[in-house]
């Protein structure tokens, strides 16, 4: 492959620009990937809207799928690259490393490093993993950042076997949190969302009850909208898992006395650790197959027509729109 095309993000409000580069040498370490289908992150729209910072020009898209050049195999692989050798990396912090590589959000200065292009290159430090065929790319692609995310949420809450669990927000975190909640025992999945079509989806993905707003005291409670404006009620020995706010957003009141009293454990998650997106594939290979999550991307685009595709996904708003270099 001497060749690749790719859509370079210029700045906030610009569209997505094709080009043409000359694909370079691989480094030790690094492996090649024909890219066959990415689909479009909240924080990709955050970033074009210019809610989010992000270097330019860059090659966004980092929830991907692809075929390893040298083996063959269908594979996906972590959002981040870490180095496994500094501080952060040996107490588990691997997606906080301090030499931290993210796809889909670097300066695009030689090999190609997110998911919107023909080809991507993944550096030593990554967690790649091989891909079930029967799995499709519309289920695989957002496992290596929503799935691997909910994943991490509910490993750092704990088990959910015979416990009463919320979600706030039915975003595709939400719908995924919900799903992997009910696959992991929950005796109840209440899901808070302001949008009734998606209270209705949520019903498909584990939800016992859902709540246009307020919801009952729980047991554990997941924070995927970014827009909570208080608390949930939480029972004696409750958890509280943030992981929606990836940007600004005003500061929640906490009672000091009532955290105490009420021995409540207040945590945020940001990306995942390897093992997360393994426990993602896994999920999705086995109990999350009863859920219908290839219907959460309604429509895939060529490369060729990428600009077309975020049109759709911010006007339409569905959980995720695909894009197939």
Not at 7 to 31: H, K, M, N, V
Not at 179 to 208: I, N
Not at 286 to 311: D, K, M, T, Y
Request: hydrophobic share 45%; glycine share 10%.
């Amino acid at each position: 492959m001497d060749h690749y095309t790719a859509a370079l993000f210029d700045g906030p409000g610009l569209p997505l620009r094709l080009a043409s580069f000359r694909q370079i040498a691989l480094q030790p370490g690094e492996t090649l990937v024909r890219v066959t289908a990415c689909t479009v992150c909240g924080s990709d729209l955050h970033t074009l809207a210019g809610r989010r910072s992000a270097p330019a020009p860059s090659i966004l898209g980092h929830e991907a799928v692809g075929i390893e050049v040298a083996s063959g195999r269908r594979v996906t692989w972590s959002i981040m690259a870490c180095c496994g050798e500094c501080e952060r990396c040996r107490r588990g912090l691997e997606q906080k490393c301090e030499r931290l590589f993210k796809y889909g959000h670097a300066e695009h200065t030689g090999a190609p490093s997110g998911g919107l292009s023909e080809y991507i290159v993944l550096r030593p430090g990554t967690t790649v993993i091989e891909v079930p065929d029967e799995l499709a790319d519309e289920v695989v692609c957002p496992a290596n950042c929503a799935t691997a995310t909910v994943a991490a949420c509910l490993r750092v809450a704990g088990d959910v076997r015979g416990r009463t669990a919320l979600v706030q927000g039915a975003g595709l975190l939400g719908l995924t949190a919900s799903a992997m909640a009910s696959a992991g025992g929950a005796a109840e999945v209440h899901v808070v969302e302001p949008d009734a079509a998606r209270r209705e989806l949520a019903r498909r993905f584990g939800a016992t009850a859902t709540h246009a707003a307020g919801a009952p005291a729980v047991d554990i409670a997941f924070e995927f909208s970014g827009r909570s404006e208080a608390m949930p009620a939480l029972r004696v020995g409750g958890v509280w898992i943030l992981a929606g706010a990836v940007f600004s957003v005003p500061p929640l009141s906490i009672d000091p006395e009532a955290m105490v009293r009420g021995l409540w454990r207040i945590e945020g998650v940001h990306n995942y650790r390897p093992q997360d997106l393994s426990a993602a594939l896994a999920f999705l290979a086995g109990p999350g197959r009863r859920f219908p999550f290839a219907e959460l991307v309604p429509r895939s685009f060529p490369l060729a027509e990428v600009n077309a595709a975020l049109a759709f996904a911010a006007a339409e708003r569905p959980p995720r729109v695909m894009i197939r270099p």
